[in-house]
């Protein structure tokens, strides 16, 4: 099947610093993958659309000045949590669209910001 | 099941049990619908799917329906194990570009 990796799978970082997420499809290329935003006993909040090559479409409520989406290839985006604050502690999580309607979800990263 | 602030509904069995997980969806428009498990600091794992055509699809010791009347959806899970215990997820796609809504999940527990 389909695998999504993302990396780092945890991270710590301190209050003002940014910190790059990425999200890989290993196995497939994948035009559009998508990143969510998970808060402890919470669902799953999709945060914007990030298509290869194009610019990302963002949810409404998500600043995409502070979330900063690159889709540089067919199988990597990159999410970056700019100037962290401790309310940006999430899991973040990233997904791959396939073809029709699958998507493939990679395992998540634990942002703690301190 | 429905969810109140951040409390996550939690539903117990027992092992061998059948698990029955509801899901109220928010769209009539939406035509395609999934069932995810996620299991604690992992990402969420495909299950099942249904299309908006079908009421019922069975897998591997699971089911969903679909009532598009009502717009509600349910997982069964037949002779519930220890390693099913999760957060069970439904979600639905509706407005076109593959984007999926989460509903709120259910914790599975199930009890030796």
């Known amino acids: 099947g389909a695998v999504v990796s993302q990396h780092p799978s945890w991270v710590i970082c301190k209050s003002g610093t940014s910190v790059k997420i990425e999200c890989r499809s290993l196995d497939f290329q994948a035009t559009t993958m998508f990143w969510y935003r998970q808060f402890p006993k919470q669902s799953l909040m999709l945060m914007a659309t990030s298509n290869e090559g194009s610019k990302a479409t963002y949810e409404q409520g998500v600043e995409k000045d502070k979330f900063l989406i690159n889709h540089a290839s067919l199988t990597l985006s990159t999410l970056t949590v700019t100037s962290a604050h401790p309310e940006d502690s999430s899991f973040y999580i990233c997904?791959?669209?396939?073809?029709?309607?699958?998507?493939?979800f990679g395992p998540g990263t634990r942002l703690t910001v301190t | 099941g429905e969810s109140v602030g951040l409390h996550l509904p939690t539903l117990s069995v027992q092992e061998g049990d059948n698990s029955i997980i509801n899901c109220a969806y928010s769209?009539?428009?939406?035509?395609?619908f999934i069932w995810y498990k996620q299991e604690s600091g992992k990402g969420p794992q495909f299950i099942i799917d249904?299309?908006?055509n079908m009421d019922k699809r069975q897998g591997q010791r699971v089911t969903v329906l679909l009532n598009k009347t009502v717009k509600h959806l349910s997982l069964q899970i037949a002779a519930t194990q220890p390693g099913d215990s999760a957060v069970y997820f439904c979600a639905e796609n509706w407005g076109g570009g593959n984007k999926l809504t989460f509903g709120t999940g259910t914790q599975l527990k199930v009890e030796l």
């Open positions: 769209n009539s428009a939406s035509d395609y």
């Open positions: 249904i299309r908006s």
């Open positions: 997904s791959a669209h396939v073809q029709e309607d699958e998507q493939y």
